[in-house]
């Protein structure tokens, strides 16, 4: 599957970006999604993932700022960011998981990873 993601830019600290990441081909329904961020000089890390059956799991710092969804109709997954902090401010890219069961979530090991789309937070 191929991942091609969007939506980033510069905002300032406390505004709200949605990314979004379109997959290719027919299977979307079957992948956990997830979205992965690097900042610069850090490794990359988790920062939200939802499963085919919709279960989300969220990095403790973006809990209650940040929510994951999917439109399988639309083989689209998004990241709403709200109260945006200058320390989120990163590459983000989207990420999928080849997976039979509708619990599986993914939180590392992606099968398929996309382009980054860079965030930029500015205080």
């Known amino acids: 599957v191929q991942l091609q993601a969007s939506g980033g830019g510069l905002v300032q600290a406390g505004g709200s970006l949605r990314l979004s990441c379109a997959a290719s081909g027919s299977t979307f329904s079957t992948y956990a999604m997830a979205w992965f961020r690097q900042a610069p000089g850090k490794e990359r890390e988790f920062v939200a993932t939802i499963s085919r059956g919709g279960s989300t799991t969220y990095t403790d710092s973006v809990k209650g700022r940040f929510t994951i969804s999917r439109d399988n109709a639309k083989n689209t997954v998004y990241l709403q960011m709200n109260s945006l902090k200058p320390e989120d401010t990163a590459v983000y890219y989207c990420?999928?998981?080849?997976?039979?069961?509708?619990?599986?979530?993914?939180?590392?090991?992606?099968?398929?990873w996309g382009q980054g789309t860079l965030v930029t937070v500015s205080s």
């Open positions: 990420a999928a998981r080849s997976t039979v069961r509708s619990t599986v979530v993914l939180t590392n090991y992606p099968d398929y």
